[in-house]
Nanobody
Framework: QVQLVESGGGLVQAGGSLRLSCEASGRMSSVYVLGWFRQAPGKEREFVAAIRWTGTNSAYAETLKGRFTISSDYAKNTVYLQMNSLNAEDTAVYFC?????????????????WGQGTQVTVSS
């Protein structure tokens, strides 16, 4: 089993920035990819970004490239999501997820473990 705990969410004004953290624990040897997803009220959970633990590969939702950056600190078992130039459409619950696949995948159904989520609210 792998446990994921997100932190760093909160209320921010439009144009501002936030950095989310996801601390992982448990059987980390079985996990190769960590990802971020988000779910806005009344919408499906969507892919945001993902990274291999080694940090050698990453992927982003096309619409978020340039504003969001994912990074990993293998020694701390932590993955980060830096979010800049936030707008009201970024308001959502952000979830950290772990995948046992060697390859980065963007479908939420492929991820094996999930955190509880952290709320991000952007005020306009």
């Amino acid at each position: 089993q792998v446990q994921l705990v997100e932190s760093g969410g909160g209320l921010v004004q439009a144009g501002g920035s936030l950095r989310l953290s996801c601390e992982a624990s448990g059987r980390m040897s079985s996990v190769y990819v960590l990802g971020w997803f988000r779910q806005a009220p009344g919408k499906e959970r969507e892919f945001v970004a993902a990274i291999r633990w080694t940090g050698t590969n990453s992927a982003y939702a096309e619409t978020l490239k340039g504003r969001f950056t994912i990074s990993s600190d293998y020694a701390k078992n932590t993955v980060y999501l830096q979010m800049n130039s936030l707008n009201a459409e970024d308001t959502a619950v952000y979830f950290c997820a772990a995948d046992r696949s060697l390859f980065i995948r963007t479908n939420r159904n492929d991820y094996d473990y999930w955190g509880q989520g952290t709320q991000v609210t952007v005020s306009s």
